[in-house]
């Protein structure tokens, strides 16, 4: 059965801090890996990545994908309270997209 | 700039009602879908369209149909509203994966039900 798994679920940290964000998958026909940002509404897109070992950056957000240990990290440095939000990874198969429960950020001022 | 649109953002509704929520993309997207957000349970495929009068059953299809009659529109119908429906639904579209690209998938606003 195809499955993401995301970790960890939760993490408080102070404005400021570096934080890491982890996605593991085991899905079949593997198309891409996708990082959405969510507040209080419909998920935002951040980041595809399709070949290991090429870094996406946008600002101070970053992204890698490894495809033979199946997971993608997401990096987000020098925080702000702005990055509030739940952090979701899907991976794309064939025609479904599969997510994984999310990891919640609070950054503290 | 994609626009995913959904008719409502809220509606509150009544166990046993029919529910029709819609949903309309403006890319000329061949791929559309229809999710639930629950809390801890992140989303879950309730139904996916890859055609015109195409769909496929997702990972939580019961209690749902759907349909697809123009490229552009997905409807989601419960067809007898029951409280454990009470969720946020996400409309999203995409591009069809060719042999070598895979595609964003873009989002509505979604549309929170309460069924009472």
């Known amino acids: 059965e195809d499955k993401v798994v995301q970790s960890p679920l939760s993490l408080v940290v102070h404005e400021g801090d570096t934080v890491t964000l982890n996605c593991s998958y085991e899905?079949?026909?593997?198309?891409?890996l996708l990082w959405y940002k969510q507040e209080k509404k419909a998920p935002t897109f951040l980041f595809m990545l399709t070949s290991s070992g090429i870094e996406k950056k946008s600002g101070r957000l970053s992204s890698i994908l490894d495809k033979k240990e199946l997971f993608s990290i997401l990096n987000i440095t020098a925080t702000q309270t702005g990055d509030s939000a739940i952090y979701l990874c899907?991976?794309?198969?064939?025609?479904?997209?599969?997510f994984g429960t999310g990891t919640r950020l609070k950054v503290l001022a | 700039d994609v626009k995913v649109t959904q008719s409502s953002r809220y509606l509150v509704k009544r166990t046993g009602e029919k529910v029709f929520l819609e949903c309309v993309q403006d890319m000329d997207h061949e791929n559309m879908f229809w999710y639930r957000q629950d809390p801890g349970l992140g989303l879950r495929l309730i139904y996916f369209?890859?055609?015109?009068?195409?769909?496929e059953k997702g990972d939580i299809p019961e209690g749902y149909s759907v349909s697809r009659e123009k490229k552009e529109r997905f409807s989601l119908i419960l067809e007898s509203a029951s409280t454990n429906q009470t969720s946020m639904y996400l409309c999203?579209?995409?591009?069809?994966?060719?042999?070598?690209?895979?595609?964003?998938?873009?989002f509505g606003p979604g549309t929170r039900l309460t069924v009472t």
């Open positions: 999203a579209s995409s591009f069809s994966a060719g042999r070598r690209e895979a595609y964003e998938q873009y």
């Open positions: 899905v079949t026909n593997f198309r891409s």
């Open positions: 899907a991976v794309r198969g064939t025609y479904k997209y599969i």
């Open positions: 369209s890859y055609d015109v009068k195409m769909k």
